[in-house]
């Protein structure tokens, strides 16, 4: 006879499903006949969750970190390698600019597609592939018969970065909880800020050392075996995840995109160096108008069911929109700073590429603990550590001002900038741990590579923009004030950012996620 329900009404169970401990099967219990058999489920659709997600393991960070490193390495190591390459191909000003500009603009604009690439068919596979195009592109560089063909290789450079960097933020987002992804994405940070130091010093470092006759080429040749331990190390280690669902084409998104993007971003870095002339400003009118379109086009797809590039929902999330207006104080400022020191150093100073990226090491191993110890200092005072950290990197910045207005020239040595340096550093390991770690704690895991996208986007058009301001400003003030003085008033300018930055972090809440 049928089983009835325990406190039923006459309701009869003839079959009964349940769950097996196994998470691929149920098993079908016919209580008529006492018999039991299991069933095979169909495919389910993937959940972007990081539990279901393999772990990642410490190999598997040590190499996701190490690609991160490479575009942000090349991204400042060109910087010292500029006039080699000048004097060897012949290049003029212009094509230095675009040398740089090249890869920046390329790199900013198809961030946000490479994080949605690996959201769709797999962040691993973005990874590899992004890697081992950046070595292919790091050889055509290096191996640059002319400035025309150096700039064209610099190009594909930035978008090999695109396709690869999105894909270390979203990786640990997908799979990695808790204390561990805190730790993970202190690591990114500090990575980033290593990064920045270590492009210096490399870059000196190989430029004159002159290793075989490369001169200048060796600061792209030596990314080639790099990226092949990076492959190997990744095949081996790296967890593939991906969205639940896949997502189709946002081609409309995408142009719009680019085009607000170099719309903003040339000028921005070119205009200047070309005297301002009629295309760049131009360019610069129609970017908010291009950047409307866009919206327009992302909230119709989003509402009507699509797939946007970016996600209008993402910038609805609190955590998101503080964690992005957080980042332009904090990276705006940094791209000042590295650009108005290198020239400060190298041209005031009188500094060689190698002893001006030897001065910036107390920054950059301040910084590397900072970020370290960051998971740590939220835990015990939550948000006011971004307060704190952006105080610090004041007093480091009054510090440096101070210092080169009130020493001797001949006195101005590596050693009398360290305290000032020291004190920045540890502001900005902080403020890099803490900006990823606010925007990624808002970003449904679903789309933690459109959203690391965007982070990472935020911050290259932030350093764009850094050093087109207040570089441009700096340059402005040095004819009439000297190189001292317009030092020093960059630093106050950059010093009312982090004003701004401490008040804003005031308005977070007391507990960071």
């Known amino acids: ?62 190499t996701i970190l190490l690609g991160a490193a490479l575009p942000m390495i090349d991204f400042f190591i060109v910087n010292v390698a500029l006039p080699s390459i000048e004097h060897d191909l012949h290049a003029s000003p212009a094509t230095l600019e ?11 604009v198809l961030l946000v597609l490479g994080g949605r690439l690996g959201d769709t068919y797999g962040r691993r596979r973005l990874f590899l592939w992004g890697v081992a ?20 290789a610099r190009v594909a450079q930035g978008a090999a970065s695109a396709l690869m960097l999105p894909q270390v933020l979203a990786t640990i987002h997908a799979t990695t909880r808790g204390e561990r992804r805190s730790k993970a994405v202190a690591l990114y940070g500090s990575v980033g800020g290593i990064s920045v130091i270590l492009g210096q010093v490399l870059g000196g470092v190989l430029v004159s050392a002159d290793l075989a006759g490369t001169g200048w080429r060796a600061v792209f040749l030596v990314n080639a075996p790099v990226a092949v331990a990076a492959l190997l190390c990744a095949v081996r280690s790296v967890p593939d995840s991906r969205a639940g669902q896949p997502t189709r084409s946002d081609i409309g998104g ?26 760049s400003v131009l360019l610069l009118v129609a970017s908010p108008f291009l950047a409307l379109a866009f919206a327009r086009v992302e909230l119709r797809a ?42 400060t150093l190298q041209q005031w100073l009188g500094f060689g590429p190698l002893k001006a990226g030897l001065t910036l090491i107390p920054m950059g191993v301040a910084q590397f603990a900072a970020s370290i110890l960051a998971p740590r200092l939220v835990t015990r005072i939550g948000s006011r550590a971004l307060t704190l950290c952006a105080l610090a990197h004041g007093s480091g910045l009054a510090l440096l001002a101070l210092t080169v207005l009130w020493t001797p020239y001949a006195s101005l040595t590596p050693l009398t900038l360290a305290p000032g340096l020291a004190l920045c550093g540890l502001g900005q390991g902080v403020q890099l741990a803490l900006y990823y770690r606010i925007v990624l704690a808002a970003v449904p895991a679903a789309k933690a590579g459109a959203g690391s996208g965007l982070a990472a986007t935020v911050q290259q058009s932030c350093l764009a923009f850094g050093v087109a301001t207040l570089g441009s400003l700096f340059l402005a003030l040095v004819p009439a004030a000297g190189m001292r003085d317009a030092f020093a008033v960059v630093l106050g300018v950059q010093l009312t950012g982090l004003i701004a930055l401490a008040l804003l972090s005031l308005r977070l809440p007391r507990r960071l996620a």
Request: glycine share 12%.
């Open 1 to 62: 006879m049928p089983t009835l329900f325990p406190g039923s009404t006459g309701t009869r169970i003839k079959r009964l499903w349940y769950q097996a401990e196994s998470s691929t099967s149920v098993v079908l219990v016919n209580l008529t006949n006492s018999t039991a058999r299991v069933l095979k489920p169909a495919p389910a659709a993937r959940s972007a969750t990081a539990g279901e997600h393999p772990a990642l393991t410490p190999l598997g960070l040590v």
């Open 133 to 152: 195009a950046f070595g292919v592109t790091s050889l055509a560089c290096g191996l640059a018969p002319g400035a025309w063909w150096l700039v064209g």
């Open 254 to 279: 995408t142009l719009l995109f680019a085009a607000t993007l170099i719309a903003l971003l040339l000028p921005l870095t070119e205009g200047r160096a070309a005297g301002w002339p009629l295309w």
């Open 98 to 108: 675009m040398v740089v500009a090249g890869y920046a603009v390329a790199y900013a």
């Open 302 to 343: 989003e509402r009507t069911g699509g797939s946007p590039l970016l996600p209008p929902s993402l910038l609805r999330e609190p955590g998101v929109r503080r964690g992005l207006a957080l980042g332009v104080p904090i990276f705006t400022g940094f791209a000042g700073w590295m650009f108005v020191s290198a020239v």
